[in-house]
Every structure is written in C-alpha cells, then in structure tokens.
C-alpha cells in the first residue's frame, strides 16, 4: 500500500488504493540507514508518426486488480519538448473518462506540432485536488511525408 493511500484513507477521501505503487520495506540491519519511500507511475514510451490521430485507452485498476472507481476524478495528458519545458505544451490530448479507463486521443492537428523527441504524461485528479500521475514516458516522433 502506498503512503498517498493510507493518508486519503485516514482523510475518507478514498476507500481504494490507486495502482500506482506497492511498498514494501524490508528490515535493515542498521537501524539509522535512510528508507526510501516513494511513488513512481508507469513508464510508457510513446512512438508516434507526425501529423496522425493516435489513441490510447488508460486502465485504472486497484491493488487487488479490479476496477477503480474514477468517479468525479479528471483527467489530463501533454507533450513537452522536456519535462521541464514553460507553457504552452507542445501538444494536449483530449482526456475522457469512462468507468475506469481514461480515452487518451490526440488530434492530428496537435500532433502535427509535435516535437521529434519529448515527454509526456497522464495525470487524474480527484474532488478534492489531490493528484495521481499514473504513466509518464519519452515521446519519438516520425516526420510525416504527406500533407493533406
């Protein structure tokens, strides 16, 4: 179970673990030895051909691999040239949510901007505010050769 789990649980803000992360501590055997804890999404690459519509369907399941409810949760997703890079992203899919898969799409018109290499990711956020990134990954982008 992940500490963001256990604080929205102790807060009621959710009865499910989101998938995001599992901890595990083993013992150590120096007792001032520093534990790590922490959340990593789910590095994805994304591989795309310039100027195309692309799809990608998100599924959202709990700890015990059944469906996790995305009631009144949102849903975002872009690409920058770097993580880093300021406003505005290079491109924004379009995010829909639907029982427990999030409907990623970007439109060819946004994919036409997009950079030969970048970075993306998919965030939710809850009612409350509190934000869950479940993928991040590199971005290649393959020029496209015809133009409509």
Do not use: C
Not at 51 to 76: H, I, Q, R
Not at 88 to 102: D, G, L, R
């Amino acid at each position: 179970m992940s500490y963001y789990a256990d604080v929205a649980r102790s807060r009621g803000l959710m009865t499910e673990a989101l998938p995001v992360a599992r901890l595990g501590i083993t013992a150590v055997a120096d007792p001032l030895a520093a534990i790590v804890v922490g959340t990593l999404p789910l590095a994805v690459d994304l591989v795309l051909y310039r100027g195309d519509d692309f799809y990608l369907d998100v599924t959202v399941t709990n700890s015990s691999g059944g469906a996790f409810d995305l009631t009144g949760f949102t849903a975002a997703s872009q690409v920058r040239v770097s993580p880093d890079e300021p406003d505005p992203p290079a491109a924004t899919f379009t995010a829909t949510i639907a029982a427990n898969v999030i409907h990623l799409h970007l439109p060819h018109g946004e994919a036409d901007a997009l950079p030969v290499t970048g970075a993306w990711d998919v965030q939710i956020k809850d009612a409350t505010g509190v934000v869950t990134t479940l993928a991040f990954g590199a971005v290649t982008t393959t020029p496209d050769v015809t133009r409509p």
